[in-house]
């Protein structure tokens, strides 16, 4: 009895941590692309890993703290392109998010690493993209103000939140599906020890590179993907996060972004701590100095009229 009690209080409180308001498919019509694997959900320490992602939808997290700026964020985890750490650099970032006063939104993108080599290196960004669409056109019925909705990304998903950026459009007029027709482009973004480059570097994550773009992927392929080369004047504005202690992606990742925006007079502000292994998430349970990056990005936020003092 006491083993059952026990085992009741941990999946309800499982069931509380995993709730959300609602799940959303991002392409009801038909995921273009698609593969026919299934759809694979591993577990460690941080809870749920999702790898083989069929069907891409992202979880709406309506915050319950009124703000006047009804700002939103679309959230991706990190997880090298192989996985998505979904609960740890996703749920968990919600409900931070929630608590300051902003709806989240946490996308559960399909994970190039087990997509065909034809669709490997596009299903992530086109479902970043309309991703976004789908939260702006739903702004009023969500009480969102769709001139504040922003992304914020960990690791791999900083490096799909950087490429959003720099690879938005304003709306693909000549779709048939009104939808498409909405504007990609966030107002604003959060990279966390984001993935910057595809480069040949030292400090490129060549596992995050292969899982992406392949073995052996062509000049413009890298050149495309590396973000740093593809600021331009209506990349949005950022707030990068980093630690000099990251050997996994090293914060030259972060630097090299937060100079290319500085080329273009682009807002951006740049935080590298010292300490801090990669792949902390909220660092809730950090000793070090880098546990008060949320209250960083907190005060940017506020900074740009984005969320209340």
């Avoid at 019925?141 to 504040?148: E, M, R, V």
């Avoid at 010292?274 to 809730?284: C, I, K, N, T, Y």
Wanted: charged share 20%; proline share 6%.
């Amino acid at each position: 009895m006491k083993y059952l009690l026990t085992a009741t209080i941990y999946f309800l409180f499982l069931f509380t941590a995993y709730a959300q308001k609602d799940v959303i498919p991002l392409y009801p019509e038909g995921v273009k692309c698609g593969n026919n694997l299934p759809a694979v959900t591993d577990y460690d320490g941080s809870g749920r890993i999702f790898k083989k992602v069929v069907d891409p939808d992202i979880w709406y997290y309506p915050t319950q703290k009124k703000d006047k700026n009804k700002t939103a964020v679309l959230v991706i985890p990190g997880g090298g392109y192989y996985g998505l750490w979904f609960d740890h650099e996703g749920v968990k970032v919600a409900n931070w998010l929630n608590e300051q006063g902003i709806s989240a939104f946490v996308l559960k993108h399909r994970v190039p690493h087990w997509e065909s080599e034809d669709c490997r290196s596009k299903v992530a960004l086109s479902d970043a993209q309309r991703s976004i669409r789908i939260i702006r056109a739903n702004s009023k019925k969500w009480g969102i103000n769709p001139d504040k909705i922003g992304v914020l990304g960990f690791s791999a998903g900083g490096h799909l939140a950087s490429t959003l950026s720099t690879h938005h459009d304003n709306g693909l007029n000549e779709s048939e599906l009104e939808i498409d027709k909405i504007s990609s482009r966030p107002d604003f973004s959060i990279l966390i020890y984001p993935v910057i480059t595809m480069q040949d570097t030292p400090y490129t994550n060549m596992g995050t590179r292969i899982n992406l773009l392949g073995e052996m992927p062509l000049e413009d392929s890298l050149n495309y993907f590396s973000n740093e080369l593809q600021v331009k004047e209506d990349t949005p504005p950022a707030i990068l996060i980093h630690t000099d202690e990251d050997k996994v992606v090293p914060p030259e990742n972060s630097i090299n972004y937060y100079l290319a925006l500085r080329k273009f007079n682009i807002p951006a502000a740049l935080h590298i701590w010292e300490g801090g292994l990669h792949g902390l998430g909220l660092a809730d349970n950090y000793k070090g100095a880098f546990k008060n990056w949320p209250e960083t990005v907190k005060n940017w936020l506020v900074e740009r009229g984005l969320l209340s003092d």
